[in-house]
């Protein structure tokens, strides 16, 4: 190639990076212009709530969520402080972001009363909260409290916990991962590079995904915002960390820059894509998901993954070609200076001392690594992850999770909140009577399809509880029915309800279908534990797949996904025991165990696709056993550099406080380090090392005679 076109390529590969950084840096504050934590982006694509859902607004006028007062006062609720929520209630009804109020209802204690404030549906839910909540604090007579919950107070906080995800979340990983490769290169120039790389990758994502929200194509909530950007930064400098060593490597045996580039790109260019490429098959699998939330995932980093592997393979070469040697000043390596030592008597450094461990006892160190994580993974008898209240899904300060708990002190627990059932009109006084029946209803509503008048009551007191009374003439099709629960509408209680209403109704009318608050949390419940059993085999023989194709063997890749596989189960292990021991959580979201399964299968297999192609392409020149040793202690220090590197940047999903987000952040970070420090440094090179060349059979290189 001409020398012009070896300066002006790179330079053009520069100029197209950062004009996509120009265009897509701006997006960053855009994003939650798409994104919404609304509990719709997060329903099971086919349950029946999400069925209820989508046909209630042929009953009634299409509304947005409701958000729900109540004001309290110790002793009795005053006539001038029933006054006072009357003018409250006024107040409210005379907002632009809200469609109806209801009237004002005492609690039979007296002590509280409740008003429910229906919002528009094109009102922005937080917004109109705080600024809801604002209206209560200013009218709030002395002693009284007041609180706003309901969904609509409950979105609104999830909202408000999800404000970082922009700024300070983004910060924290950037941080984190720059002050890990100061450390590590000792060089005031690279971590910029590989930063700068990273975030360029970045924006060229969030430019994409926004206007795939923007389209409607793809779903964007809090949660897959948060991850995105902690993928992106994590999966990037991992890449480019690989390319960087071989880039170093090769300026040892390059005069020139345009050679080590060279040269560095066809030795960094197929565990690249291989890594790249499996974690982007591994969140792909997401898509077989029937939860929205986890569905919309897939695409969305699979996207982020796809521009990490572009930045890495086109940016960062550019950038150090412009650089060359200079990139790693003081500690440049010279032209022609000797590679380190890598195995051998004159062997130094620690990755040589494991070597000598691994090469003496190679199947004691496998067999007490094995031991060792199976021990730790015990801790899954007392995994509770088939869901949490809504209620707990903010951890720390939650007004809605106050006012809930206020609410059901006075009222019954699932007021505003009620289960809804949509069945054959012709049932209807069959369906009243089997919803009547069931423990844990307080009282009963229905509308008609298409009534003009609405809502109508099954007996004439809309809340009265028990039976019915004979209904009335409604319009022909279907009808629906409102059940208002006597348990908070999170609660366990109140999820047994909903089950037990589901089987009293299909009991009348096999059609009939149960949605509400409350449903909804049992589908999503349910439709996560369905998901999680279907997309990890997926997973696992997708990524074994893969490994058979890019390793050439069938004994290699089964040990690796083995080793991936107990090294998940004890970082699962151990964070059920901290989750319940040490943070006391409530337990955890079906999809914890997927998200971790999905994250630390595709990104474990990274650490041992770059060692194994190592092994590999050292096997191939110095024999099997030599190959492990050699293969170790080369890629020893990079990958311990990307592991310690990713775990930083999950873990700084903790500063989020959702309990979802808390308990990926910790069971990723800790299972990246038991695969960067236990795994990939002692348990593959030791039963690599004690199978020999069995471990690349059936390929040529498990019948290759080498002197050993």
Known sequence: MSRFLRIVLPALVIVVWLAIAAVGGPYFGKISEVSTNDQTSFLPASADATKVQERSSEFRQESGAPAIIVLERDGGMSSSDLSAAKDLATQLGDRDDVEAVSPVIPSEDGDAVEIVATLTTAADTGDAVEAIRADVDDALPSGVSGYVTGPAGFTADLTEAFAGIDGLLLGVALAAVFVILIIVYRSPLLPILVLGNATFAL????????????????????????????????????????????????????????????????????????????????????LLSDLNSNKALGPVAAIGIAFSLLAALSLLPALLLAFRRAAFWPLRPAYGSAHPVLTGPDARGIWARVGRLVAKRSRVVWIVCTVGLLAMGTGLVGLKADGVPQSDLVIGASQARDGQDVLAD???????????????????????????????????????????SGTVPVTGDPTSSGGAAAAPTVSRGDVLLEATLSDPADSDAAEQTVRDLRTAVERVDPGAVVGGVTATAVDTN?????????IIPVVLVVILLILMLLLRSVVAPLVLIGSVIVSFAAALGVGALVFDHVFHFPGADPSVPLYSFVFLVALGVDYNIFLMTRVREEALRHGPHEGVLRGLGVTGGVITSAGVVLAATFAALGVIPILFLVQIAFVVAFGVLLDTIVVRSLLVPAIAYDLGRRAWWPSRLSRANHHM
Do not use: M
């Open 203 to 286: 924006c060229a994502s969030i430019l994409v995904v926004w206007w795939l929200a923007k389209a409607d194509i793809v779903t964007v909530n809090g949660q897959v915002q948060g991850i995105l950007s902690i993928l992106v930064i994590g999966a990037a400098t991992d890449y480019a960390l690989l390319y960087t060593a071989r880039f170093r490597e090769a300026l040892r045996d390059h005069r020139t820059g345009w050679g080590a580039t060279k040269a560095a790109l066809r030795g960094s260019l197929e565990p690249i894509l291989a890594s790249g490429g499996t974690v982007i098959v591994g969140v792909l699998c997401l």
């Open 410 to 452: 006075h009222f019954p627990g699932g007021s505003g909140s009620p289960a809804q059932v949509i069945g054959s009109e012709r049932d209807l006084d069959a369906l009243v009577d089997a919803v009547t029946g069931v423990d844990g209803v307080d009282g009963v509503v229905a509308a008609a399809k298409d009534a003009p």
């Open 526 to 534: 349910d439709t996560g534990i369905r998901d999680r059993t279907l």
